[in-house]
C-alpha cells in the first residue's frame, strides 16, 4: 500500500448492527465517541440502525424496521397541529 495515502484519522472501526447485534471491522475515518470490544480487543464503535445482516434483501425475511417510532412521532405532531 502506498505511503500518506489515507488521512491521518483513518482506523479501523467497531461496526455494530442494531437490529442484529452483528459486528464488523472496518477501515473508516467516522468520528465515534464511543468504543466496544471485539474478540479481546478494543476498537471506536459505531452504531448502524441496519446492515446486509438484517436487511431484507440480503437475509430474505420480509420484516419492519421502526426502531425509533417514527410513526407514532408523525402522528403526535399531525394531532398537535389540529
Do not use: N
Amino acid at each position: 500500500m502506498k505511503a500518506d495515502t489515507h488521512p491521518a484519522s483513518y482506523r479501523t472501526v467497531l461496526f455494530e448492527d442494531l437490529a442484529s447485534g452483528a459486528q464488523f471491522l472496518i477501515g473508516s475515518t467516522i468520528h465515534t465517541t464511543e468504543t466496544g470490544t471485539f474478540e479481546g480487543k478494543e476498537y471506536p464503535k459505531f452504531v448502524v440502525e441496519i446492515s446486509s445482516k438484517s436487511h431484507p434483501f440480503y437475509t430474505g425475511e420480509d420484516r419492519s424496521l421502526d426502531t425509533t417510532g417514527r410513526v407514532e412521532k408523525f402522528k403526535q405532531r399531525a394531532s398537535k397541529k389540529k
